[in-house]
């Protein structure tokens, strides 16, 4: 497998996961950047715990999973009922204090970054083959869950309150254990994404976790469109994609690129590409013709 499709397929499902990570606490009217701090947090630990202290990254991506989501479920006793503004506010501090904490923690690189992470794998092609069938298996079983969440009293639920949170509350919603739930569960994903994007390209660094991540998946988000889970995974390859075609001089310009899509499709299309309604339709003929093979 050449270089470049290898990163285009990782970092795709990279950007697919934490679209997710990001789409579900969003069901809520939640969006909860702590995602990409957790993406830094966990992200520098595992390369610490495989660099620093011998661990595999076999051993290394579970504690990593595991620390997203213990900051994000003691983060949600507070923010688990936040209105979506308060929120936002304590994703963007936290992703300052992360960066700040590592800019000044000798141990991980501090601005030098870690380099030279061991392969996950015997050899570079075992490392890439590794990275991306687990990428993919984890885009299947999480898309998995998130289809099942959509589909059961709890997705119901989130919509409820994603309309009216008084309308809601009023059917019975516990919306401060619904948000916590979505909260703990993207920010554990985040945390296991952390530790897996380092290790693509072997090696941590803060210009990894910069803002332009947080405008990058809300773009994906909001251009897919933000009511089902189905278009991030058509507008992730898509827009990522889409700079790989530029030459190098207007590739350079993609976060500009991606603000400019981002407000035309919510100027002239709020819902985006792929709204609950086309999904819908697609599904009941998906479904009118398997009872026709039948």
């Not at 503004?85 to 000798?106: C, L, Q």
């Not at 570079?124 to 589909?151: M, N, T």
């Not at 509350?169 to 979505?182: A, C, E, H, P, Q």
């Amino acid at each position: 497998m050449s270089l470049p499709l290898y990163y285009f397929l990782t970092v795709t499902a990279i950007n697919i996961l934490m679209s997710w990570a990001l789409y579900l606490p969003y069901r809520v009217a939640h969006l909860h950047f702590l995602t990409v701090a957790n993406m830094a947090i966990s992200g520098y630990l595992g390369g610490w715990l495989v660099q620093g202290l011998g661990f595999s990254f076999w051993a290394a991506l579970p504690i990593g999973l595991a620390v997203g989501g213990l900051i994000g479920w003691a983060l949600s006793l507070f923010i688990g009922d936040a209105p979506t503004f308060a929120v936002v506010i304590v994703g963007f501090t936290f992703i300052y204090i992360s960066r700040t904490v590592i800019e000044n923690t000798p141990a991980v690189g501090s601005t030098m970054g870690m380099f030279g992470l061991p392969l996950v794998a015997g050899s570079p092609d075992a490392h890439r083959w590794a990275l991306l069938a687990l990428l993919y298996a984890l885009v299947l079983v999480v898309g998995f869950l998130i289809h099942r969440f959509d589909h059961s009293r709890l997705g119901r639920a989130a919509s409820a309150v994603f309309v009216d949170k008084d309308l809601a509350t009023s059917f019975g919603v516990d919306i401060k254990k619904l948000g916590r739930l979505l909260q703990v569960f993207s920010s554990t994903l985040a945390g296991g994404c952390g530790v897996i994007y380092g290790f693509l390209y072997r090696s941590f660094h803060l210009d990894f976790f910069t803002f332009h991540l947080v405008g990058l998946f809300m773009t994906i988000i909001f251009v897919g469109g933000y009511a089902t889970m189905w278009g991030v995974v058509v507008a992730a390859p898509a827009l990522y994609g889409l700079t790989l075609l530029f030459p190098p001089a207007v590739a350079s310009w993609r976060i500009v690129i991606y603000g400019a899509i981002l407000v035309a499709v919510l100027v002239l299309k709020p819902e985006g590409f792929i709204t609950r309604r086309l999904v819908l339709t697609i599904e009941r003929l998906l479904s009118s013709k398997r009872k026709k093979i039948l």
